[in-house]
């Protein structure tokens, strides 16, 4: 009986910006949170999303019907020449099935149901997932009933990427395997591979026959130019590979909530009627999965953000959003970095853990997080004692850093990585 049902526990993250909201303390600091917040730590409505609503909400042909089952066709077709480029030679082919769907993680799980159904492995192939990852990677792939397993990805020393890791478990890995990749801004790290490090990666993904998925959560909210946040995936597609993406539309238009996002399934390059066709079937099986689990997407966002991609002024004031965001970021990462290693240079009575007097980490990183290095304890006391909040495996959302809190976060840093 459903009275055995154990307790499950509160998701982490959940539950960590319950005790922040529930924290009385004036100066507390929410570093947990997962989405952008302006330098008054309040959520930022893009100017160019408001624009978009007006239209939206003058427009007298609008009304609350069903979209169809793979989503608003001005907004799949946008948003595959976001991603893959408007003059993507797969798009031009006809090889490249979207789907709208619940936002990142409901394109990640279309992709991850789709390749659990239709593999054509039985037992289909394990999906390597970066160590560490976005923890609902883990959840997501092994409810479909997929294996998982983990490819080294951050080095605790450099705090940058351990490429050798990566490779050496990528090629001994069974062939045919699943590799999920994080198109830009690795989540919880930070740290992307060169274009030189990606090319490598490409070189054993092909040579081991793999498989891989991309997950693209913050194309232009990393670094403010759509074209650089996609080039891994436009080079592995350039490459002739067959691969999938899963695109979010929550961090870069600050849509959150209306859960605006497409799945993209790129096939391989063959004879071109062959790619057509392979190409039409699985768009054939993905809508029966979508109608099985959705019916069909969403339409507020999908809406806002198809104004906007389907008008090029509209789209040139949203690039100006992106580097609104992205600029304020940088600038704090830059901040928090300079302020921590001026406090090391004048006060070098105090011994550091060596590894903690070095912050080049904070700004050689990008994206939303910062993998610090913090430890667990030093976790513990940045919330006991200052009230910062942060994942217990010292990623900080430097979202969450404004010009107010700043001299504050870097004040209490400082002091935990002493004790
Ligand atoms: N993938 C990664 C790596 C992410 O960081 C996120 C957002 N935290 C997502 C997917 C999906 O987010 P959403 O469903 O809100 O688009």
Known sequence: SAANVPQAPEDPLFGLMRAYRQDPFAKKVDLGIG?????????????VVRKADEI????????????PIAGLPQYTGAAQKLILGADSPAIHDGRVATFQTISGTGAVHLGALFLAKFHPLRPAPTVYLSDPTWANHNQIFTNVGLQIAKYPYFSAQTKGLDIDGLLSTLLAAPAGSIIVLHACAHNPTGVDPTHDQW?????????????PFFDCAYQGFASGDLARDAW??????????ETCVAQSFAKN??????????????????????????????????????????????????RIASIVLNDPQLFAEWEEDLRTMSG??????????????????????NIINGSQANWAHITSQIGMFSFTGLSESQVKVLREKWHIYMTKN????????????????????DSVIRE
Not at 259 to 264: C, K
């Open 199 to 211: 090319k490598q990666i490409a070189t054993v993904i092909r040579e081991r026959g793999h498989f």
């Open 35 to 47: 989405a952008y917040r302006d330098d008054h730590a309040k959520p930022w409505i893009l100017p």
């Open 232 to 241: 891994a995936i436009r080079y592995f597609v350039s490459q002739g590979f």
């Open 394 to 413: 010292g990623r900080i959302s430097m979202a969450g850093i404004n010009s107010h809190n700043i001299d504050y976060v870097a004040e209490a840093i």
């Open 328 to 349: 304020r970021i940088a600038e704090m990462r830059l901040g928090l970095r300079q302020r921590l290693e001026a406090r090391i240079l004048a006060d070098s009575s």
């Open 56 to 67: 939206l909400r003058s427009d007298p042909e609008l009304n609350h019907e069903y979209l």
């Open 253 to 302: 238009f600050g849509l959150y909530g209306e859960r605006a996002g497409a799945f993209h399934w790129i096939s391989a390059p063959d004879a071109a009627a062959t790619s057509q066709v392979t190409t039409g079937n699985i768009a054939s099986q993905l809508a029966i999965l979508q109608r099985s689990e959705i019916s069909n997407p969403p339409a507020y966002g999908s």
